[in-house]
Structure formats: C-alpha cells, structure tokens
C-alpha cells in the first residue's frame, strides 16, 4: 500500500519494506534463465532426457537414479534451491524497515539505522510484470512489487526514471 510520509518533506511514495521469499526466488529464476547459464541449463536438460530414452532399458539401476537425478537438477533441485536461499535472505531483513522515495533520493529506515541514498546514485530501474526493481548497484537493488505498489506501478515507475534521468 502505498502511503504519504507527513514526517519526511515531499515524499513521494513510502514503504514498509518486506520482499517475499517467493519474489526473491522468481526475480533470480528470471535472472538465471534469461541467460546464457540458462540456455545452458535446458540444453543440458534436454540432452540427459534424451540420453535416458536411447539408454534406459539397456542401464543398470545406478545409472537410471543418477540419470533422474541429472534430469532433476535444472527444473526441480536448482529452484529448490535457490528458493531456500531467498527464504534465508529473506529472512535476514528487518521486518520493521521502510523504504521512501522523495525528490532527495531514496530513504531506507530500520530501527537501528537511517539511511539516503542520492538519485545520483541509483544505477537504474526495471519493470516486470508484478515488480519493479531499483537497482543501487548492478547486481544489488530493491524490489518493490505490486502487491505494495497496488494501481500505483506506473506512476511509481515513471517517478523513479524521471528521478534518474534528472541526475544523469
């Protein structure tokens, strides 16, 4: 939900910042299959599918589990996973922190600690489909998804690039 800070002059969108497990785990899926360590996962996939069907009924045993197995590392076991680590990140994240975006930059609150981060700073934005991500760094960012942007996405996303653009 998206809320106006009447404590923090001109804030323009704030936050209580919470990622889920889930969207850690689809933003790294995402990340992983649209690249080359993708392709390379499914025509690895592939090839051990394929491997299995010529093969299976001359193998013994051991080489069919090893052969399910290898099958399974790409779709099943790899997101497995990647989703335990997103919790355990996840998890690590303090549940009372708050995020703001104002004309200043962006704003992260936690009861320990208050920090600003300049628009300067910010390396970019991306929107997909039920988040966008602010991107401190190249591989470090925040995700702020729909489920708190509610009907707000554009606007929020327009706010962040126009915010970006000024400073470049």
């Known amino acids: 939900m998206v809320t106006i800070d009447i ?38 996939t592939v090839a051990m599918l394929l491997l299995a069907r010529k093969f299976w009924v001359d193998i013994n045993i051991m080489l069919k589990i090893i052969l399910i197995i290898a099958i399974c590392l790409f779709p099943v076991i790899q997101p497995i996973l990647i989703y335990r680590g997103a919790k355990k990140q996840v998890s690590s994240i303090s549940s009372d922190m708050e995020i703001g975006f104002n004309d200043q ?4 609150t936690t009861p320990k600690k208050k920090s600003k981060i300049k628009w300067s ?24 998804s729909d489920r708190l942007l509610g009907g707000e996405k554009e606007g929020f996303y327009n706010y962040i690039v126009s915010r970006i653009k000024k400073t470049k």
Do not use: C
């Open 121 to 144: 700073s910010i390396k970019g934005v991306t929107k997909k489909a039920d988040m966008v991500i602010v991107y401190i760094t190249e591989k470090e960012g925040y995700i702020i």
């Open 7 to 44: 404590r923090v002059k001109n804030m323009k969108y704030k936050f209580n910042y919470q990622p889920s497990a889930f969207e850690l785990w689809k933003l790294s899926m995402h990340g992983i299959f649209s690249s080359m360590a993708g392709v390379t996962n499914i025509i690895l």
């Open 105 to 108: 930059g962006v704003h992260i």
